[in-house]
């Protein structure tokens, strides 16, 4: 896989989780997930892939960073184990 230019490092990785999700690679993108919950500015790509993988209302585009305290306690524990 190559990275397209253009693209920004938390793009590219909320990308490539979602051509694993579309694979069925669940746990590929979970762990890709993972990592994209480590950067701030990666945090807001981590929460709609959450939302996509788990079926909640997926959050807005211009998400922040104050709206990670909405993730539910589970689901930082399981990326916190990832």
Sequence with gaps: MNKDPALSGEQWCYHMA???LQQGKRDHALVMTGELWQ??????????????????PATSAKTDANACATVPTATTRLLQKV
């Design 18 to 20: 979602r051509c694993l």
């Design 39 to 56: 950067s701030t500015a990666g945090r807001p790509f981590a929460l709609r892939l959450i939302a996509e993988i788990y079926g909640m």
